[in-house]
């Protein structure tokens, strides 16, 4: 069952659960002049994502698709949508462009450098969900963010 709250204005959130593993997994779908999507999930889940999306947006409208890692349940899908989407374009870091995505995916990646996740970079048009210190939340998925202590404090 595939579920979507609005988490932030135009910012939202969509839920899967598959009971034979017991997990849910889940995307963010930033809803914008630039729509991004934030993870894809894995193959199997594109039907129903696409679905929840097409809720809110004509995927085909989806500009980025942006992922924390290469992983199959971060971008198993991710050509699928590139399909969907004949504009959309992958984000990710430059290590995962030039080992993995580039490689894998129907069309090249776009690298953000290091500093895209500390200093204001222009992604998604109008907004930028990727500002400052709530970039690594929005990364790595907004429900599962912490911060972690200073190495200092850590010992």
Not at 3 to 16: C, G, K, Q, Y
Not at 75 to 80: K, M
Not at 101 to 112: H, S
């Amino acid at each position: 069952m595939t579920t979507v709250s609005e988490v932030a204005p135009n910012v939202f959130r969509i839920s899967t659960y598959v009971p034979e593993a017991d997990l849910e997994f889940g995307q963010f779908l930033i809803r914008d002049d630039e729509p991004l999507l934030f993870e894809t999930g894995m193959k199997a889940l594109f039907p129903a994502v696409r679905d929840a999306v097409a809720k809110l947006l004509d995927p085909a409208t989806i500009r980025w698709i942006a992922f924390s890692h290469f992983e199959s349940d971060e971008c198993g899908s991710l050509n699928e949508w590139l399909s969907a989407a004949p504009h959309a374009q992958p984000a990710c870091s430059l290590v995962g462009a030039v080992v993995s995505v580039n490689d894998f995916a129907i069309r090249p990646a776009r690298p953000l450098a290091i500093s895209a996740y500390t200093a204001r970079a222009p992604l998604l048009g109008s907004r930028d969900a990727l500002r400052g210190g709530r970039r690594h939340a929005l990364l790595h998925g907004l429900d599962a963010a912490k911060r972690r202590a200073p190495a200092a404090r850590r010992r």
